[in-house]
Every structure is written in structure tokens, then in C-alpha cells.
Nanobody, 125 residues
Framework: VQLQASGGGLVQAGGSLRLSCAASGRTFSSYVMGWFRQAPGKEREFVAAISSSGGSTYYADSAKGRFTISRDNAKNTVYLQMNRLKPEDTAVYYC???????????????????WGQGTLVTVSS
């Protein structure tokens, strides 16, 4: 599967953005999906993940209550709605996919098989 992330940009603190990740292929609904981010000089970190059906979602503590992950399997797209953004949310955001069954620890980047190219989110103070 090929992934294309979009929706990043410059936003003021307290604002919102919605990231999208479009997937190619006809088997998108078979993949679990995740969002990670990497800030300058820092390691890539988990943000959120969603099961193949969308029935289960998982969030990093930093994202809980502010971000919402969702997916539309008919459109082969996963979303990350980000509200009440903070300057520390500034990073390149990556979407990732994993095909189960396999070991899938949602927060572990090595457990994902495919990655998008990333989209930059900059939050100004």
C-alpha cells in the first residue's frame, strides 16, 4: 500500500488542523493505521492509531482529549483531527499502516509496514 499524507500547515496556538492520509490499493480496510510525529532533533513518537474497522482507537497521552483519529474505508483515507494545538505539537506528521495478523504494538514504529512521506505542522505561539 502507498500512503500520501496531507493537510499540514502553519496555525496559531489554540487552532485546529485536520490531517489526511490517502492510501492506494483495494485492501485499505485490512490495515490498521497510525499517526506518528517527529519534531526537529527528536525521535519519532506515536500520536494515535486506529483498528482496521475503526472500532478501536488509541492515543498518546499528549494527544488525548485534543486529537481524534478516524478513517473512511470507502475513501481509503485516515484522518487526524487536531484541536487546541500547542507549539510543542510542531513536527512532521507521518501516517503508517500495518497488516495484521502480526504483533502490533500501536505505539511502536517498527510494528508498521508502510509509511507516508510526512506533512509538516507548525504551531506558532
Amino acid at each position: 500500500v502507498q500512503l500520501q499524507a496531507s493537510g499540514g500547515g502553519l496555525v496559531q496556538a489554540g487552532g485546529s488542523l485536520r490531517l489526511s492520509c490517502a492510501a492506494s490499493g483495494r485492501t485499505f480496510s485490512s490495515y490498521v493505521m497510525g499517526w506518528f510525529r517527529q519534531a526537529p532533533g527528536k525521535e519519532r513518537e506515536f500520536v494515535a492509531a486506529i483498528s482496521s474497522s475503526g472500532g478501536s482507537t488509541y492515543y498518546a497521552d499528549s494527544a488525548k482529549g485534543r486529537f481524534t483519529i478516524s478513517r473512511d474505508n470507502a475513501k481509503n483515507t485516515v484522518y487526524l483531527q487536531m484541536n487546541r494545538l500547542k507549539p510543542e505539537d510542531t513536527a512532521v506528521y507521518y501516517c503508517a499502516a500495518a497488516l495484521l495478523p502480526k504483533l502490533w504494538r500501536q505505539w511502536v514504529s517498527q510494528d508498521y509496514d508502510y509509511w507516508g512521506q510526512g506533512t509538516l505542522v507548525t504551531v506558532s505561539s
